[in-house]
C-alpha cells in the first residue's frame, strides 16, 4: 500500500483510509470482518466520528487486540471544555484504547469556530494530549473556504480534514490544498466519492470504454489521489467488493491517462446535475438559512442512515428550511443548478 507522510506529523499514512462511517449499516461480525481485512491490506488509518451511531463500538470491538497498527481518528461534535472532555472520554471507551492518534473538532461551521478557542474546546484536547489520551489535534471543514484558511493559519492543527471529490476541483484543488501542504498540516480527503455519489453512478457505455477495467470509484480515488498535496482519501466502506476496489487503487498507482480524465469529468457532470456540493455559492440567504448545512445532513439522513444525529443537528439550526420566502436569490448564484427552493421543502419535510 502506498503511503504519505501526514504534514508535520510525520506519521506515514496508507494513501486509502478506512472511513468507517457506513458501519452502522451492517452486522459487528461483518465490520470485525471487513475492518481486519483492511488493515491485513495495508490500510493503516481508519476514521470514525463520535456521531456515526455505533461505528466507534464496532472498530473498537473488532480491532482492539491490533490497535498498534494503525493510526485511530475519530471526531467529536462539541466545542467547549466540558463538552469536549465529556465526548472524548467516551469515544476512549467506545473505541476500547487508551490512546487516540487523531482527534478532530467534527464539521465546523459559522461562530464555532471561535467557540472552539473561546470557550475550552481546544485547550481541553491540549490537556489531554499532554495527558497521552490523544496525540494530534484536527479540525474538520465541510464548506467555508475562509474558515479553512483561518485554521491552516492558526498553526492550531495538525491535519484538516475537508471534503474533497472530483466535484470540487475548482474550489479547493488550486489554493488551499497548497497552502495546508506548504505549511504542514495534513490533509486528509473526506467524501472523495461525493457522500457514495461517483460510487453508485453506473457508467455510460461511452465511458466504460474509456476506464477500462476499473470502476468509476477507483478512478475518482485516483483522481483525488492525483493531488499530492492529499496525505490520505477515507472512502466510506462497508461491503467487501468496496474495500478490495480501494486496496487496489492505493496498492497500485497509477496516473490517469487523458482519456480517463475526461470521461471522469462527463460523469462528474451527469451525476452533479442538481446535486449540492456545499460550496456555499449561494450565501448568505436573506433569511439567514443555511443552505449547504441543511442538504448535508438531509445526505446524512438518506445515505448514511444517521437519522436521529441529522434530525438534532437540523433542530438546533437557528434558522430552518421553511423560513424561506421564495425570493429566488440564491437560485441565480448556485452554479450547479440545484433547484434549491424545492429541495429545501423535501429537506425540511425529511429532518423536522
Ligand atoms: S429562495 Fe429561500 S433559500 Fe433562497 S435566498 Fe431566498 S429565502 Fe433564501
Ligand atoms: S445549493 Fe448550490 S450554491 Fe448552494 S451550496 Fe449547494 S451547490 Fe453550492
Given at each position: 500500500m502506498q503511503k504519505r507522510?501526514?504534514?508535520?506529523?510525520?506519521?506515514?499514512?496508507?494513501?486509502?483510509?478506512?472511513?468507517?462511517?457506513?458501519?452502522?449499516?451492517?452486522s459487528h461480525k461483518e465490520?470485525?470482518?471487513?475492518?481486519?481485512?483492511?488493515?491485513?491490506?495495508?490500510?493503516?488509518?481508519?476514521?470514525?466520528?463520535?456521531?456515526?451511531?455505533?461505528?466507534?463500538?464496532?472498530?473498537?470491538?473488532?480491532?482492539?487486540?491490533?490497535?498498534?497498527?494503525?493510526?485511530?481518528?475519530?471526531?467529536?461534535?462539541?466545542?467547549?471544555?466540558?463538552?469536549?472532555?465529556?465526548?472524548?472520554?467516551?469515544?476512549?471507551?467506545?473505541?476500547?484504547?487508551?490512546?487516540?492518534?487523531?482527534?478532530?473538532?467534527?464539521?465546523?461551521?459559522?461562530?464555532?469556530?471561535?467557540?472552539?478557542?473561546?470557550?475550552?474546546?481546544?485547550?481541553?484536547?491540549?490537556?489531554?494530549?499532554?495527558?497521552?489520551?490523544?496525540?494530534?489535534?484536527?479540525?474538520?471543514?465541510?464548506?467555508?473556504?475562509?474558515?479553512?484558511?483561518?485554521?491552516?493559519e492558526s498553526g492550531a492543527?495538525?491535519?484538516?480534514?475537508?471534503?474533497?471529490?472530483?466535484?470540487?476541483?475548482?474550489?479547493?484543488?488550486?489554493?488551499?490544498?497548497?497552502?495546508?501542504?506548504?505549511?504542514?498540516?495534513?490533509?486528509?480527503?473526506?467524501?472523495?466519492?461525493?457522500?457514495?455519489?461517483?460510487?453508485?453512478?453506473?457508467?455510460?457505455?461511452?465511458?466504460?470504454?474509456?476506464?477500462?477495467?476499473?470502476?468509476?470509484?477507483?478512478?475518482?480515488?485516483?483522481?483525488?489521489?492525483?493531488?499530492?498535496?492529499?496525505?490520505?482519501?477515507?472512502?466510506?466502506?462497508?461491503?467487501?467488493?468496496?474495500?478490495?476496489?480501494?486496496?487496489?487503487?492505493?496498492?497500485?498507482?497509477?496516473?490517469?491517462?487523458?482519456?480517463?480524465?475526461?470521461?471522469?469529468?462527463?460523469?462528474?457532470?451527469?451525476?452533479?446535475?442538481?446535486?449540492?456540493?456545499?460550496?456555499?455559492?449561494?450565501?448568505?440567504?436573506?433569511?439567514?438559512?443555511?443552505?449547504?448545512?441543511?442538504?448535508?445532513?438531509?445526505?446524512?439522513?438518506?445515505?448514511?442512515?444517521?437519522?436521529?444525529?441529522?434530525?438534532?443537528?437540523?433542530?438546533?439550526?437557528?434558522?430552518?428550511?421553511?423560513?424561506?420566502?421564495?425570493?429566488?436569490?440564491?437560485?441565480?448564484?448556485?452554479?450547479?443548478?440545484?433547484?434549491?427552493?424545492?429541495?429545501?421543502?423535501?429537506?425540511?419535510?425529511?429532518?423536522?
Amino acid at each position: 500500500m502506498q503511503k504519505r507522510t501526514l504534514g508535520k506529523t510525520g506519521w506515514e499514512i496508507s494513501v486509502i483510509g478506512f472511513g468507517a462511517i457506513k458501519l452502522p449499516l451492517i452486522s459487528h461480525k461483518e465490520s470485525e470482518i471487513l475492518l481486519n481485512k483492511a488493515l491485513d491490506g495495508g490500510i493503516n488509518f481508519v476514521d470514525t466520528a463520535d456521531c456515526y451511531s455505533d461505528s466507534e463500538e464496532k472498530i473498537g470491538r473488532a480491532l482492539k487486540e491490533r490497535r498498534k497498527e494503525f493510526y485511530l481518528s475519530t471526531k467529536i461534535d462539541e466545542r467547549d471544555g466540558l463538552g469536549v472532555r465529556r465526548k472524548l472520554e467516551r469515544c476512549l471507551r467506545r473505541l476500547r484504547t487508551d490512546w487516540i492518534d487523531l482527534v478532530l473538532f467534527h464539521d465546523v461551521r459559522g461562530s464555532e469556530y471561535d467557540r472552539i478557542f473561546d470557550s475550552g474546546g481546544l485547550e481541553t484536547l491540549e490537556k489531554a494530549r499532554k495527558e497521552g489520551k490523544i496525540l494530534k489535534i484536527g479540525i474538520s471543514i465541510h464548506n467555508s473556504l475562509p474558515m479553512m484558511r483561518k485554521a491552516i493559519e492558526s498553526g492550531a492543527f495538525s491535519a484538516l480534514m475537508v471534503a474533497y471529490s472530483a466535484f470540487d476541483e475548482d474550489r479547493l484543488a488550486a489554493d488551499l490544498l497548497p497552502m495546508a501542504h506548504n505549511r504542514g498540516v495534513g490533509l486528509i480527503a473526506m467524501k472523495p466519492l461525493a457522500g457514495g455519489r461517483l460510487a453508485e453512478r453506473p457508467l455510460s457505455h461511452k465511458n466504460r470504454r474509456f476506464i477500462q477495467g476499473e470502476s468509476l470509484a477507483q478512478v475518482s480515488l485516483r483522481y483525488v489521489l492525483s493531488n499530492l498535496n492529499i496525505t490520505c482519501a477515507i472512502p466510506g466502506m462497508m461491503k467487501p467488493y468496496e474495500l478490495n476496489e480501494n486496496l487496489k487503487v492505493g496498492r497500485q498507482p497509477r496516473k490517469l491517462t487523458i482519456e480517463e480524465i475526461k470521461a471522469l469529468m462527463e460523469c462528474v457532470g451527469e451525476a452533479g446535475k442538481g446535486f449540492c456540493r456545499n460550496c456555499g455559492y449561494c450565501l448568505p440567504c436573506p433569511e439567514g438559512i443555511p443552505i449547504p448545512d441543511i442538504f448535508r445532513f438531509e445526505s446524512y439522513y438518506d445515505r448514511y442512515n444517521l437519522r436521529e444525529w441529522a434530525r438534532e443537528q437540523y433542530r438546533s439550526l437557528v434558522v430552518n428550511a421553511d423560513a424561506c420566502s421564495g425570493c429566488e436569490q440564491c437560485l441565480d448564484l448556485c452554479p450547479y443548478g440545484v433547484s434549491i427552493r424545492e429541495k429545501l421543502k423535501t429537506a425540511h419535510r425529511t429532518l423536522v
